[in-house]
């Protein structure tokens, strides 16, 4: 899937806004081939979408 960086949270984390989803959770151990303070809210990324106790969370995410 894709979709845009939303927000950012200084401790690891954000969210990615999708089309057709509700906002999607990440941690910055999902992240592949970027570091999370490279990262900027409205940044374009790819991601595959994870199942977890608390929801849906985007993995694999790459910047676009």
Same mark, same amino acid.
């Given at each position: 899937m894709t979709g845009t960086i939303k927000k950012l949270a200084p401790n *690891?984390? *954000?969210f990615i806004a999708a089309e057709g989803q509700? &906002?999607?959770f990440f941690h910055s151990k999902s992240l /592949?081939? /970027?570091q999370f303070d490279e990262l900027?809210? *409205? &940044?374009?990324v790819s991601f595959e979408v994870e199942t977890s106790e608390k929801g849906l969370n985007a /993995?694999?995410?790459k910047r676009d």
């Open positions: *690891g984390f *954000g509700k &906002d999607l /592949v081939g /970027v900027h809210e *409205g &940044d374009n /993995v694999n995410v």
